[in-house]
């Protein structure tokens, strides 16, 4: 069974019906999910839309989006003895768009680390175009279990990410990306050192382009993996199974 890491079918605004998504995860050997928060308010309804399912698990943060909003909130809005609680996250530093001024996606990504290290959490980190900024603080910090999500970057970033024993989230990108030395930066990638994502609805895999990522495209990127590194889907899906379950502890 394959684990989407990562995903947002519990948003607000997420198009598609809960059940059908679920049923064609399942369709597709996707047993579980992490639900991910990007805000205070939707962290918290990741947590009450994993607690109704058996094989759902929440993570909460603040996204750099919103790194000017009441983050510190988190500590006293979230009910941190559930158990479909398994990492602090999505948070980090978005350069790209830079909806939020630097200085305050740095404080929000300090304060939420000491956050999860407090809570003995792994973190789900966001990062683009912005490791210049992002190592320093990860550095200044002792003890953090994590994954770089949705890796983009390349491949001197994902050295340095498996250096500091971070795990690489791939997803959809990987099966469109058009860079020489990305598209090898995948085929280089240690399986021990991955987690599948889909980051759903966002970066839908090939060859569902245009429509709306779900879990059950896990499999897809499962595929494209084993085709670039040319072993078994199975050997993918065990070891990426392997690395998730050990990350996050996903027992309920």
């Not at 805000?39 to 309804?45: G, T, Y």
């Amino acid at each position: 069974m394959l684990i989407d890491t990562h995903c947002h079918i519990h948003d607000a605004n997420y198009p598609l019906e809960a059940s059908g998504v679920l049923e064609r995860a399942a369709l597709n050997d996707v047993g579980t999910m992490i639900c991910v928060g990007t805000s205070v308010d939707e962290s918290i309804r990741a947590v009450e839309f994993a607690k109704g399912y058996n094989n759902i698990f929440s993570s909460v943060g603040t996204h750099p989006h919103y790194a000017d909003s009441l983050y510190d909130s988190l500590n006293n809005d979230i009910n941190w003895q559930d158990p479909s609680i398994v990492a602090v996250g999505e948070i980090g530093l978005d350069y790209f768009y830079n909806h939020t001024m630097k200085n305050a996606q740095i404080s929000a990504l300090e304060w939420q680390i000491d956050l999860a290290l407090r809570r003995n959490l792994p973190i789900i980190f966001h990062v683009r175009e912005a490791f210049d900024d992002f190592w320093p603080v990860f550095d200044n910090f002792h003890g953090i279990r994590g994954v770089i999500h949705c890796f983009t970057d390349n491949p001197a970033n994902a050295r340095a990410s498996l250096e500091r024993n971070l795990m690489i989230g791939v997803g959809g990108f990987c099966t469109f990306v058009k860079d020489e030395k990305q598209k090898q930066m995948f085929v280089d990638l240690s399986l021990n050192n991955i987690l599948l994502e889909t980051d759903a609805p966002y970066l839908t895999p090939v060859p569902f382009r245009g429509k709306v990522n779900e879990p059950a495209f896990v499999m897809d990127i499962a595929k494209y993996l084993a085709t670039i590194k040319n072993i078994s889907v199975e050997e993918i899906g065990d070891l990426t199974t392997t690395n998730a379950k050990k990350l996050f502890k996903l027992e309920k």
